[in-house]
């Protein structure tokens, strides 16, 4: 018994340590790095955000394979009963934030990195995706919590 709440305290830890690490990661990139970079020229403001979002992607692929498996183990956790529905709302929550990211990842910030000269919008592109996934994160988190 003992070891049995053990692995699951443990598996609850991993899980919102992770999904805490991936959130405020991108919160900080989509809310704070912007106006912070605003004192920069442009070619400096490129260079910056293109060697942030380089480490956060590289980070996060970690997190998001750990949120993604932790939240799938806790969504079996709990017996079948009438509100079964309830635990499935995290995982395909969590499921659809990864999917965000994986496109953010392929489409608009490939985009980024093979321009010569970005644009502001297309890291506006990135940012908005991020608040995204983020939104949707707090609300993975409230359901989690239920």
Same mark, same amino acid.
């Given at each position: 018994?003992?070891? &049995?709440?053990?692995?699951?305290?443990?598996?609850?830890?991993?899980? =919102?340590?992770?999904?805490?690490?991936?959130?405020?990661?991108?919160?900080?990139?989509?809310?704070?790095?912007?106006?912070?970079?605003?004192?920069?020229?442009?070619?400096?403001?490129?260079?910056? !955000?293109?060697?942030?979002?380089?480490?956060?992607?590289?980070?996060?692929?970690?997190?998001?394979?750990?949120?993604?498996?932790? !939240?799938?183990?806790? &969504?079996?956790? /709990?017996?079948?009963?009438?509100?079964?529905?309830?635990?499935?709302?995290?995982?395909?929550?969590?499921?659809?934030?990864?999917?965000?990211?994986?496109?953010?990842?392929?489409?608009?910030?490939? !985009?980024?990195?093979? =321009?010569?000269?970005?644009?502001?919008?297309?890291?506006?592109?990135? /940012?908005?995706?991020?608040?995204?996934?983020?939104?949707?994160?707090?609300? &993975?988190?409230?359901?989690?919590?239920?």
């Amino acid at each position: 018994m003992l070891h &049995s709440y053990f692995l699951w305290k443990s598996i609850i830890s991993i899980h =919102t340590i992770a999904l805490a690490i991936w959130i405020g990661s991108l919160f900080f990139h989509a809310f704070c790095l912007p106006s912070c970079l605003k004192l920069l020229d442009q070619t400096q403001r490129n260079s910056v !955000q293109l060697q942030s979002l380089q480490k956060l992607f590289s980070l996060n692929w970690i997190t998001i394979f750990l949120s993604v498996v932790c !939240q799938a183990f806790l &969504s079996n956790l /709990y017996p079948i009963n009438a509100s079964i529905w309830i635990n499935y709302i995290p995982l395909t929550l969590i499921i659809l934030m990864a999917l965000l990211q994986v496109y953010t990842f392929v489409k608009p910030y490939q !985009q980024v990195r093979r =321009t010569i000269r970005p644009k502001s919008t297309q890291f506006e592109k990135i /940012y908005n995706y991020f608040k995204l996934i983020v939104v949707l994160g707090l609300i &993975s988190i409230i359901f989690s919590s239920l």
